[in-house]
């Protein structure tokens, strides 16, 4: 039993593209992390010489690294890189496993979809625009009363959340996307399978 495999392939084509481009993102978000953080430390090292640490160094390392988190999960989810317990599935038959993996990705999925939904809402409180019924249809809450920024820099707090929404968004159509492959792998009989 199969579910429109030609289209799962050029699909997963896509997905793995998308996913792999957020990926390479965020690891370079983390490069530009390190950099900042070590020219932060040698300014705080180098007072004395007229040196400063970085302005917002907290801020922009926790936004960063909130960041590169959400790039990351599509894909980890897509090369099924979340923690399995391989010493005990190894010892199952193919299609056992192959049935444990779509439970998996089932649910991340289910998962992935609770934490995009949280994170909509914690976007909605943010978000200091839009009108009421916009709002509403869009499930955002009331519109915040004056727009929240960080404490340092004035970073408006909905741009950071909106971005890491993104990327929960690309993680669970990912999730979806592995969730189709499973049922197309144990339509093959294994997991992996061509």
């Known amino acids: 039993m199969y579910f429109a495999p ?3 392939k050029r699909m997963g084509r896509v997905v793995d593209a998308i996913a792999r481009v957020m990926a390479y993102g965020g690891g370079l978000i983390l490069l530009a992390i390190s950099a ?7 300014g705080r090292a180098g007072v004395g ?3 400063a640490p970085v302005p917002g160094d907290y801020e922009l390392v926790a936004h960063g690294c909130a960041l590169a988190v959400f790039s ?7 090369k099924r890189g979340h923690v399995t317990v391989d010493v005990l599935t190894d010892r199952f038959p193919v ?3 192959a049935l444990l993996g779509l439970l998996g990705d089932v649910l991340i999925t289910l998962a992935a979809f609770v934490l995009l939904r949280q994170l909509w809402l914690g976007f909605g409180e943010k978000f200091p625009y839009g009108g009421d ?3 509403e ?3 955002m809450g009331y519109k915040p009363f004056y727009p929240e920024t960080t404490y340092e820099l004035q970073i408006p707090v909905w741009i950071p959340y909106g971005v890491a929404l993104l990327g929960a968004a690309l993680f669970a159509l990912v999730s979806l996307y592995t969730v189709w492959r499973s ?3 144990i339509g093959a009989g294994q997991e992996g399978a061509a």
């Open 6 to 8: 030609r289209l799962e």
């Open 36 to 42: 900042m953080t070590v020219i932060s430390i040698i």
């Open 49 to 51: 010489y007229g040196l």
């Open 72 to 78: 990351f999960l599509p894909y980890c989810q897509l």
């Open 95 to 97: 299609r056992i496993r």
């Open 133 to 135: 019924a916009l709002r």
């Open 137 to 139: 249809a869009l499930a």
């Open 183 to 185: 049922l197309n792998w």
